[in-house]
């Protein structure tokens, strides 16, 4: 790459700026590439392809770090941010906020050695294989030794960010990469207070689930073919522009990943899955792949045009799967539609009750994937609270599976019969996504922060949800968030738009109308 732009700006607030947006455009479709790539080996590639495809992204991605961390750049982003600290007037909010996300990307790359930087693209890519093979074997001590090597990786970037960002803690350090404006005191605090009213209305729900006739199993045929057809139509009804992306089926893990121009949301869809499975990652998957879709156009190859990451991203998620694709007005609009895709005409498992009561189920569990909307807090406390420690040095990997265990009976109130129940369900610590577990949970808080502010900005939202009417609430999320990039902070950008502070209170309120109250 060329050290200077091919053309300046006419106009720029400080001499240099447009060197460094030239730069990080390259950087974008660098990332760009490296996560078609990454989709692709999730889809298509066959297995035999996996080296070669470690080795492509691995090039990909040592050239990501030469590039943001070569000498011409770290001059030139210190030349820019002295002119514009100087002469601010001179600069839009939104350079100013580019500027600074620039700053951002370059210190979470510095703060690296390269061969940590490519250690841990490495292992994020390897991990998805390595997880499903030790769920399939069951074989701790294999499992164990591989997490070794990406608990002692991540905790060397640990400790390198704690030094750079001069964060209390290792753990705290690596939250930066998920949640960057919350501390890890402020995270302990929200699951403190939290967890006792949680335990609270699970008991109650369980209570009141059990005095009542549970739902009818689904019973039909959900060929691949019919569920990918109900989940395109849904995913096009919610604003999605197929123009732009599109629906895959995955065998691993489902996720959303590409560019505003070129989304793909990947879903699970199996011929023995009911149509509540596939449905639920078209929803969840598709308001990721809404995010990336509506970003602000302007500014699509910098830094300030990007989405906010794994808090927003989840939030958005649950916003849509869970907060309004769980309600009783939801299963009233889908219920027809899937009893003519699925040619399942006066099946009583079909009827919007049944439905949703089904999506309601309160658990008991030792699985998180099997774990209700309630229970999963409790599984992601447990995850949270036992990475913390792995990360801050307070816990070894050999004592992981009986921590697991500890905390299980402790939180869930029951402990796993194996190890594929246990510990090795996790896939984060395989593909070093630590500090993502806590976003779980602060996504959820932030969802039903939005779901308030969206029925109260929307008095009739019920009666528009029955009608599969969601261009309303598709309107207010790219106007208070998809619009917004990363022009601010994401909590700061929440509080902006819901004119709530960040609290368990509104989470609580959702849970107890939902659960004990049959409403909404």
């Not at 989840?314 to 889908?334: D, V």
């Not at 500090?435 to 602060?442: A, E, Q, R, S």
């Amino acid at each position: 790459m060329s050290d200077t732009a091919p053309q300046n700006a006419t106009t720029e607030p400080a001499q240099g700026y447009q060197d460094l947006k030239y730069y990080f455009a390259n950087l974008n479709t660098m990332f760009s590439i490296r996560n078609t790539l990454a989709m692709d080996m999730m889809t298509s590639m066959p297995v035999g392809g996996l080296e070669k495809r470690i080795h492509d992204i691995s090039s990909i991605t040592k050239r990501i770090y030469a590039e943001t961390t070569t000498p011409t750049v770290t001059g030139l982003l210190e030349k820019v941010e002295s002119q514009a600290h100087n002469n601010s007037d001179n600069w839009s909010a939104w350079d100013l906020a580019n500027l600074r996300e620039m700053r951002r990307i370059h210190s979470h790359l510095s703060a690296l050695t390269p061969d940590l930087y490519l250690a841990s693209v490495q292992i994020s890519n390897k991990g998805r294989r390595k997880h499903k093979a030790a769920l399939k074997s069951g074989d701790w001590n294999e499992a164990q030794q591989y997490i070794q090597q990406v608990v002692d990786l991540y905790k060397k970037i640990g400790d390198l960010k704690q030094k750079k960002f001069e964060t209390r803690t290792p753990y705290k350090a690596l939250l930066l990469g998920y949640a960057a404006d919350i501390s890890e005191n402020e995270m302990d605090t929200l699951y403190d207070n939290i967890l006792d009213p949680l335990k609270d209305l699970h008991v109650k729900a369980l209570a009141k689930q059990t005095a009542t006739e549970p739902p009818k199993p689904l019973e039909g045929d959900f060929s691949r073919g019919d569920q990918m057809w109900l989940n395109k139509t849904i995913l096009q009804m919610m604003g999605f522009d197929f123009a732009r992306g599109d629906i895959l089926v995955t065998n691993l893990a489902p996720m959303t990943s590409g560019s505003p121009q070129d989304t793909r949301v990947l879903v699970r869809c199996g011929d023995n899955d009911t149509f509540l499975d596939s449905l639920g990652d078209t929803l969840y998957q598709g308001a990721r792949g809404l995010y990336l879709q509506n970003l602000p156009k302007d500014w699509y190859t910098q830094p300030v045009g990007q989405d906010q990451g794994a808090l927003i991203m989840n939030a958005l998620s649950i916003l849509y799967e869970t907060m309004i694709g769980r309600t009783p007005q939801f299963f009233n609009f889908i219920s027809v539609r899937a009893e003519g895709v699925f040619r399942q005409f006066k099946n009583k498992s079909f009827e919007p009750e049944n439905l949703y009561r089904l999506k309601k189920h309160v658990s008991q569990t030792t699985q998180r994937s099997e774990a209700g909307e309630i229970s999963k807090i409790f599984h992601d406390i447990l995850r949270y609270r036992i990475e913390r420690d792995l990360i801050n040095g307070t816990l070894a990997v050999k004592d992981l599976s009986d921590r697991w265990n500890d905390e299980s009976k402790s939180l869930i109130g029951m402990e796993p019969n194996a190890l594929t129940d246990g510990v090795l369900q996790n896939p984060d610590w395989f593909t070093g996504r630590f500090g993502f577990i806590p976003t779980n949970t602060l996504s959820h808080i932030v969802a039903a922060e939005m779901q308030n502010k969206l029925f109260e900005a929307t008095p009739d939202l019920s009666s528009q949800i029955e009608n599969g009417q969601f261009e309303a609430m598709g309107n207010w999320i790219k106007t208070n968030i998809h619009s917004k990039g990363r022009s601010m902070d994401a909590l700061a950008m929440v509080k902006q738009a819901t004119g709530s502070k960040l609290s368990e209170s509104h989470l609580l309120t959702h849970l107890e109308r939902r659960f004990l109250s049959d409403r909404r």
